[in-house]
């Protein structure tokens, strides 16, 4: 087990040197900092020496890989490389284009991220489990057919919509909670509530179509079979056996977001403003920053990683046939 | 006669669209009295299965019992409500399925799952219930039971889970008992365990059990009393006795000649011609007409009526009626006398015979084939799976060697390393005096036009997107032989013909085709090649007997005109006693006895082959052997026993098993046997 | 000529597209298992409803794929032909009334006045603010507060007649079609389908059919006089817009699946068929690319394009192309994060199918390495991919939407959903609320969305073969 978990630790090594290489091509290679420097200062006319001093503001003003000038191992940390990229498995972000230090807005922005991400996942998942039990306990019924067309439909809008719709119906018309903005502490919750109806509805439709096809598959297996042969009644079928058995995928694809929920939700979070980590995002990525959307990337890779080893433990706890080797 | 347990009258099933149903169950009528064991016997597909699941009302979705009674003692089961009928279920009675693999919740411990079953049915305190639970569990067999609860299904071999769902059936103590193919997924010695403990039990509780099954074996040793299924309704009941020694009906006679045995060796088995008729169509006349070798001009206007023949002995076949017993008479004796033409294949069996010492076309010497176990971070090789570990056989020219042993044993691994489809990772397989081991690809082609392979699943071994001609032409195309479509296509309308189908089937997909036709399609494909050696992987184990007989046949008659060499991979001892020549017995990746069929299956030497022999159901009574009972299941191969591999689990092992693997023992110039038992006494 | 063709890379990809489709047409219209399941397909209910809503959004996204650009008229002392530097698209065309009367700014649909007041100069000299009247939008009513209604529910009359009559006609056409081919008489053709008893469920695709003919035959006639969706804040046609977006939508759904199928069939097949060495750098290659945010790597992908746009604009011949250039590369980077589902999916199939029996059989045969993987693995795993196709289709087209939102979609100069909404929303603060464009882009996207799921249930019930024998047995 433990050897287990190490050698997927070890695994996850080169992964984070193939996504810092990816982010390291895209961000230094297919355009250079002049071109960057050149696009942040506007454009055309722009002084060379102008471009200089942005990159010499902004840490650009090294060479690529190899630094001639420096001697020893400096040559080789004096880099853009080694600056930007390498130093991000130390977690060392950097500081954007407006001076900030990347690592501590990141650790302050996290918080309200999950704020909103956690309370999303819980009440949907409570939500769409129990939905999905009722509408199989009435399948093949004018309950489960109506239920289907219903979710469809809802899978069929766009996420959007459903921030939109709720600030109206519920800020706008009826003017139950603030349209938008953040407050510290336990203050946020008259900010948080309408963001997490939003999310929770928002995600009805694909959740509950996909419990409901993971209780079908289960309902259809032969221990089903053997469990009315002993003459337990329906529910008890459904509650014990099948959705023991189906708790199984559901939890597993639960853990593996688990770690990507500090990265916040990008949509929701910009139009509700809420000063998390998802809209930190958006921001970076309407400014252009790229030092924060490079950092972002690695941080992701990171979380999704993490949330891939999880997932293997989750198996060995919660279903007895796994044991790992 | 007392009142019967639960009495069956004209029950109808039906699947699927109502507008236009498949009468899977069409007017059945079956009592079973308190106590005994009821048979009920038939082909893949002939409604016996759908006939249980209708007595439990536990029919799938699509599924619904269209008319009928069923009356256990007094209670009308059909009009009881739900929560009355969960009632009886696991109470009154119980079920146990085909497929312990997936009929076990794999997330729940053996033993929550059989607690529940009490509870329901016995409402005991929690305390009582863990007692009650280790209290079945011993019942059944399973030896530390109070250690077995708390495991999990996977954590059991498949007869260890059998026996948890018999446990479980038992929970309720049930009246009846309704077992649906209890053992067909075990292998033999392990289904004899599992027979002989629901003999036991019914001896001790008095219930009474429904045995579903084909095996004709299984239920001359088990049943009192049987009924024939076909086509939705049953065609004969009888007591087992009566049945075996006068079937009635022309359907039940040729299920009994089909049947493979060593008597029958020089002669064809019975076939019986055409397929199962659809279940949605509208009988007229007799279900069995159009394959029936007595049938008459009545058989096909008029619908047979049920007749007793004698005392509990019933057939539904106009033979047995009054008003055309004219005919009765001449009809009955064709069957029987139907031996087939034995001619040709006898005599060429002696000429095979004449020269069976000539040099071995194929000989293979201590094959082995290991995969290894990774393990740990760097993912070390910590171990191997020996599937094969040393395995010596010779394949001779139109001579057949059977290669037998149980489900894990390494069988099929050894054919697929002789054919190089797995790389062998030691030992050697010369063919014609050239190594095959460790050849490339590129020079081991020449030789894989020689050497071909017929597959157990007829399902899986055809690529569904192809047309016939084509699948049966790939050989011809990639080794050469027929580089123009035009030859090809007539080579492969020869091969559907020499394997006797109609050479239109060229230009039609595999799904239009049976079982059976499809296994004749797989065997016209390797012989397109024209090879000298086929491996047969348990070519008959997915067909029903009747359908087994006539590939069992075809491969007979192949082997006289092309005399080619089989290598046939089987667990099935009568399909060798049948065909072979030669048997190798295979335990735990090692070959424990091997020579001629007559030797080893008259006279077996290994503890393990006697054991394997004496677990085989069996037709003739006279023949029965004591069951030798072997205890737990095979080890695994990545840990075999040390010394013999077989000692854990012998009857008669000594001192000198544990310590040392026993050299392989010549006893005749074609008996080898490898035990330590027939060394000391030598 | 009056016009030359102008063919944009996505137009060309889009012909590849549909010669692709033809072909498999063709080849699945000769073999049994493929014709099978579509069979399936047309014989379901909504299999057959969906399919005409998709094929009428087809229709229109193929009109605008066909670009061009108009002659001149011909300047004196000029020799050479002139032509317009404005690429424009068959849809265009037909859709000039619309494109045309463009208004100053908002106005809600069938306004004859705009949405805001404006200081008007009177008759006599003075200034009033008021709401103006269209230029186009009911310029026709004299006084539009009383003839409005009137004329409204008249239009509607005359489109709706206008509509049944040519689903009528045309209706009459499909039915002496299958007259002929079924050899019965036209009447009773007509009896058979009415009732419903046809294995194809004509009944459904007609009544489908004829709704959007009424439909359409009523906005075409009211959007002649009126803008039905109202204008945007420049004073377009909503309606105009929302239907040029179509062809956004229909793309990224399509194309992103073209583009990405190469790579997730050949890797995904190799992994799993070779195992070994080609499967741990697959396996790494997807596991890293997963691994990465998909959005953030859009994101990233489009930053670095628009840098590159903005650096190199003499490049670009006109917007249009630009803009065609951008949504390729959207199509390209959404491929990339979403070919590795694929590719898994494939990886554990080959896996499985290399060790069936008809592989090993043909192993045994000498059958080379490619003939097995192209004549055994890759039409055994042709259903997934076709599940795939289908299944994602409707999650690009929300995607668009999101990524327009966020600024790493479509160019904002292209007509799209996600652009639609994202400039909409900028006007919710207003009161009363510019509704109309969100509303017009919902209608649109919601009903291709909804028509793309449905469809793809019924796509993937006929060609999976584990659901076929759970229905089946």
Known sequence: MSAYILRRILYAIPILIGVNLITFLLFFVVNSPEDMARMHLGQKRVTTEAIQAWKAEHGYDRPLLYNDAASGLASLTDTIFFQKSVKLFAFQFGSSDDGRDIGYDISQRMWPSLAIAVPVLMVGLAFNISYALFIVFFRATYIDIGSVVLLVAMLSISSLFYIIGGQFLLSKAFHLVPISGYDQGLNAWKFLILPVIVGVIGGIGSGTRWYRSLFLEEIAKDYVRTARAKGLSERFVLFRHVLRNALIPILTGVVVVLPLLFMGSLITESFFGIPGLGSYTIDAISNQDFAIVRSMVFLGAVLYILGLILTDISYTVVDPRVRLQ | ?682 | MPLIPVILWTDALVLVLLALGLTFALYASRHEHLRDPWRRVVRSRVGVATLVVLMAYALVGLLDTVHLRLKQDARPGVEEARYSPEVLSLLDLALSGLRERQEKTYSAPFATHLFVKEAIDQPDGTVVRDYPRLKYGGAHLENPARQRGWDIAWRSLLGAVKGIIASGLFILGVCWLLARSWGVSLIEARDRILAGKTQVPWRTALMTLAALLVLSSVAAELALQYHVLGTDKVGEDVFYQTLKSVRTGLLIGTLTTLVMLPAALLLGIAAGYFRGWVDDVIQYLYTTLNSIPGVLLIAAVILMLQVYMSNHADSFTSLVERADLRLLFLCLILGVTSWTGLCRLLRGEALKLREIDYVQAAQSLGVGQFSVIARHILPNVMHIVLITLVLDFSGLVLAEAVLSYVNIGVDPTMNSWGNMINSARLELARDPVVWWSLAAAFLFMFTLVLAANLFADVVRDAFDPRLRQASGA
Request: hydrophobic share 40%.
């Open chain 2, 1 to 682: 006669m007392p009142d019967p347990l639960i009495q069956v009258q004209s029950l109808t099933t039906q699947l699927g669209d109502p507008s236009h149903p498949l009468r899977v169950v069409d007017g059945l009528d079956l009592h079973i009295q308190a106590g005994e064991t009821f048979a009920l016997l038939g082909e893949s597909g002939c409604g016996k299965s759908m006939t249980a699941l209708s007595l439990m009302r536990l029919l799938p979705p699509s599924g619904r019992i269209a008319a009928g009674v069923v009356r256990l003692r007094d209670t009308d089961l059909l009009r009881l409500t739900e929560a009355e009928m969960r009632k009886i279920r696991g109470g009154r009675m119980g079920m146990i399925f085909q497929e312990p693999q997936t009929s076990l919740n794999p997330v729940l411990t053996v033993g929550d799952q059989i607690a529940e079953a009490v509870r329901i049915h016995e409402g005991r305190s929690r305390a009582q219930v863990a007692g009650r639970v280790v209290e079945l569990l011993r019942a059944v067999g399973i030896p530390d039971p109070e250690q077995r609860a708390k495991e999990f299904p996977h954590q059991l071999s498949g007869g260890m889970k059998q026996r948890v769902m018999i446990a479980m059936a038992l929970a309720g103590d049930p009246e009846l008992l309704i077992a649906d193919e209890p053992t067909t997924a075990l292998d033999v010695t392990i289904q004899a365990q599992v027979l002989r403990l629901l003999k036991d039990l019914q001896r001790q509780t008095g219930m009474a059990v429904l045995l579903i099954t084909h095996d004709l074996g299984v239920v001359a040793e088990t049943a009192d009393r049987l009924a024939v299924m076909y086509a939705g309704h049953i065609v004969e009941t009888a007591p087992v006795a009566d049945f075996f020694a006068n079937p009635a009906h022309p359907y039940s006679r040729k299920l009994l000649e089909s049947l493979p045995a060593a008597e029958k060796r020089s002669g064809r088995l019975a076939v019986i011609p055409g397929r199962v008729p659809r279940l949605d169509a509208v009988f007229h006349g007799c279900r069995f007409a159009e394959r029936c070798a007595s049938v008459m001009d009545v058989c096909r206007t008029r619908t047979p009526a049920w007749l007793e023949i004698a005392n509990g002995h019933g057939a539904r076949c106009f033979l047995w009626d009054s008003e055309v017993a004219g005919e009765v008479a001449k009809a009955a004796e064709t069957p029987h006398g139907a031996v087939g033409t034995a001619s040709l294949s006898s005599a060429t069996t002696d000429a095979a015979r004449s020269d069976e010492r000539g040099a071995p076309l194929l000989s293979a010497q201590g094959l082995q084939v290991h995969f290894p176990i990774h393990h740990g971070v760097l993912r070390r090789v910590v171990g191997h799976v020996r599937a094969v570990d040393g395995v010596s056989i010779e394949l001779r020219e139109g001579r057949t060697l059977a290669l037998v042993g149980e489900s894990g044993c390494g069988k099929t691994t050894a054919g697929k390393g002789i054919l190089q489809l797995i790389q062998p990772t030691g030992g050697s397989v010369r063919y014609r005096d050239q190594e095959l081991i460790g050849l490339s690809n590129r020079r081991m082609r020449p030789f894989r036009k020689d050497l071909q392979i017929v597959f157990q699943d007829p399902f899986a071994s055809m690529n569904p997107r192809m047309l016939v001609g084509d699948v049966i032409g790939e050989g011809l195309q990639a080794l050469g032989i027929a580089k123009r479509r035009a030859d090809r296509m007539r080579r492969v309308a020869e091969l559907l013909d020499l394997v006797g189908m109609d050479p239109e089937a060229a230009r039609r997909y595999p799904h239009e085709f049976s079982g059976g036709q499809r296994q004749r399609i797989c065997i016209a494909r390797a012989l397109a090649v024209e090879p000298r050696i086929i491996v047969c992987d348990e070519p008959t184990s997915a067909l029903d007997v009747s359908v087994q007989a006539q590939i069992l046949n075809l491969l007979k008659d192949l082997q006289a005109r092309l005399g080619l060499a089989y290598l046939f991979i089987t667990h099935d001892l009568s399909v060798v006693a049948y065909l072979a020549h030669e048997v190798a017995v295979m335990y735990l990746g090692r070959v424990v006895e091997r020579g001629q069929v007559d030797e080893i299956l008259d006279d077996p030497r290994h503890p393990y082959t006697s054991a394997l022999l004496s677990a085989v159901p069996v037709v003739e009574q006279d023949k029965r052997r004591n069951v030798i009972r072997l205890d737990g299941d095979m080890p695994s191969p990545s840990h075999p026993p040390s010394g013999c591999y077989f000692h854990p689990r012998c009857p008669q092992s000594f001192e000198r098993c544990p310590h040392s693997y026993p050299e392989e023992a010549r006893l005749s110039e074609t008996r080898v046997v490898s035990c330590h038992l027939t060394a000391e006494t030598r």
